[in-house]
């Protein structure tokens, strides 16, 4: 009697079954019982975001790939310029005032006419010239001849006379009188003065420790030009 399929198997109908479903997996290659839902809806979700980390990092791969194409292909006339390298400045520092002597007293005394700034002792002062005339011509060398605790000149051109303290007196080239005076606050210093007096102006306090400091016979050097 045949066996119906709907009752219990006889022993060897199971073992028949089982080595013939072996043999299907075996041929077909048939994949296991799929997994609960949840387990694959967890494997779904790793693939997804496996697959968006590759995109990311395969674009920033062709980003930079393209930046050093550009770079490559940058013409070198349109290549932005490197930063000048820095250079030494060329103007050189002004020499030092000649110092005092080691007895304390002025012998070197140097004049620039162009600065306005007289030095000697180690010191720099400001001056004031005369602005006509030119009654100076630079690139001199005198002598201090005097020296004056207070003198009286008359002042050109309204004759009016004048008297300055700290008063130091010196030949000019061709001999003629130049003096170094304190202004005692009559003209502005430094500045040029509207007066053909062969006088250069210093401020008091410093007019006067050039007269207490320099000796007769001191050196006076002009350069520059006078107005």
């Not at 479903?21 to 839902?37: D, F, N, Q």
């Not at 250079?87 to 070197?108: F, K, Q």
């Not at 011509?137 to 303290?165: C, K, L, M, N, W």
């Not at 062969?198 to 002009?222: C, F, N, P, Q």
Request: overall charge positive; cysteine-free.
């Amino acid at each position: 009697m045949p066996h119906d399929p709907s009752g219990p198997a006889a022993p060897e109908d199971r073992a028949d079954r089982l080595t013939d479903a072996l043999r299907e997996v075996a041929a077909t290659g048939r994949r296991p019982a799929p997994a609960p839902g949840a387990a694959v809806r967890r494997r779904a979700v790793l693939r997804r975001r496996t697959r968006r980390a590759g995109l990311v990092s395969a674009g920033l791969v062709v980003a930079g790939t393209a930046v050093v194409a550009a770079t490559t292909l940058l013409d070198p006339a349109d290549r932005p310029a490197p930063p000048p390298a820095a250079t030494a400045s060329t103007t050189a520092p002004a020499p030092p005032p000649p110092a005092l002597e080691s007895d304390g007293t002025v012998r070197d005394i140097r004049i620039d006419l162009t600065t306005l700034e007289l030095r000697a002792g180690g010191r720099t002062f400001a001056i004031s010239a005369p602005g006509m005339n030119a009654p100076f011509r630079g690139d001199a060398v005198a002598r201090v001849t005097d020296r004056f605790r207070h003198a009286r000149f008359s002042a050109s051109p309204t004759g009016e006379i004048e008297q300055h303290d700290w008063v130091l007196a010196f030949l000019g080239p061709r001999q003629q009188p130049h003096y170094l005076y304190g202004t005692d606050g009559t003209v502005d210093v430094p500045g040029r003065r509207a007066s053909t007096l062969s006088m250069i102006g210093l401020r008091t306090a410093d007019a006067r420790w050039l007269y207490e400091h320099t000796v007769v016979g001191a050196k006076v050097t002009l350069t520059g030009q006078g107005m």
